[in-house]
Structure formats: structure tokens, C-alpha cells
């Protein structure tokens, strides 16, 4: 099954921990399960690192912990709103196309894969 939440898409955080529901942010990763996504700027941790020599020093670093992708909703490009992604498909002439598109809207957000039909 395609991706319904991608690298680069804007999100926000609508359940889990209250101090962190309505942030909005880019994600930034995915994990490769597909499970959790880190989002810039959202669900800040302290974390302990080891110095790692001509790479960084040691200490308390302020990290962004991963967030499991069923607490975040995709925050439409076109119409604003957070909302749940579905996906379509669109024939023309020989080509399918697969879009992922906004349930809120209609509006289709990115195009997921083409392929070509053969015959
Ligand atoms: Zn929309």
C-alpha cells in the first residue's frame, strides 16, 4: 500500500499527549515501517548524547521524538485543513495514475505512481 503520509508533507498532531495536539510541522522522517514520523519542531525530548569525536559533544540534546503516524492527520495544501488522505485512480487514455487526495476537499494533493498500460 502506498505512503498516505510522506517525507516533506505538513502535518498535525490530533491525538496522544495533550501537550502536543494541534502542533503543525513538516516531516522531516518516516520511519521504515511506515509507523512513526518525526516532525520538525514537534514533540521535543531531552535526550542524552555521547560525544561523538569531530561529530558533536556530549550532553543534554533537544531532539524531536518520533510520533506514531495514526496521531497525525495531513494538513491539506489546498485547503488548509487537517484531513484524512485517500487515494484515486485516474485512467487517461493508456496511462493509470495515482493520486493521493484530500477527503475534506476533493482536491488531489500529489501524484503517487504512473504506469503504463500495455495492448
Ligand atoms: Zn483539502
Redesign the pocket.
Known sequence: MAAKIKKGDTVMVVRGKASNKGETGKVIEVSKDRSRVVIEGVNIVKKHLKEIPNVREGGIYEVEAPVHVSNVMLV??????P?KVGFKIVKEKKVLRKFRF??????N?DLVSEKELRG
Open positions: 491539506c495544501p489546498n485547503c488548509k485543513k484531513t484530500c477527503k475534506k476537499c476533493g482536491e494533493i
